[in-house]
């Protein structure tokens, strides 16, 4: 799968081990190049890249994050909140043809 890389690693923090589908991910929180936080997941066995988890929109507060769970990432919302990466969606904004879910990053998973 290519992912594109339209983000940078400057602040990238690894903080937990979630279950996606048939992999055990790290969470990753980068920032987008333009500013925006990026949630990435990482194969904890080979480092691989397995989703990005966000989508850069503008107009998101600090420390919101506009889910991807549409295509390959479908199921990828409950399992972030599951896993207390992200809140519960508090409100929705509609890209092109998908409606995607705004949320906060819990407080352990905000970039410095």
């Keep these: 799968m290519v992912v594109p890389q339209d983000y940078q690693c400057y ?3 690894v903080y937990s081990m979630i279950q996606f589908g ?8 980068e920032k987008y190049t333009q500013g925006g936080n ?3 997941l990482v194969d904890a066995h080979d480092g691989s890249s397995v989703a990005v988890a966000t989508v850069n929109i503008n107009g ?4 919101e994050v506009a889910i991807k769970h549409y295509s390959e990432n479908v199921g990828l ?7 207390k990466v ?3 969606m508090h409100r929705e904004v509609t890209q092109g043809f998908v409606t995607l879910p705004i949320c906060i ?8």
């Excluded at 998101?60 to 420390?63: E, H, I, T, Y």
């Excluded at 919302?77 to 896993?83: E, F, G, S, T």
């Design 11 to 13: 602040a990238k923090i």
């Design 86 to 88: 992200i809140k519960p």
């Design 105 to 112: 990053l819990k407080k352990n998973y905000r970039c410095l």
């Design 60 to 63: 998101l507060g600090p420390n």
């Design 38 to 40: 990026v949630i990435r």
């Design 77 to 83: 919302y409950d399992v972030l909140v599951n896993a």
């Design 22 to 29: 048939i992999y055990n991910c790290e969470v990753q929180i």
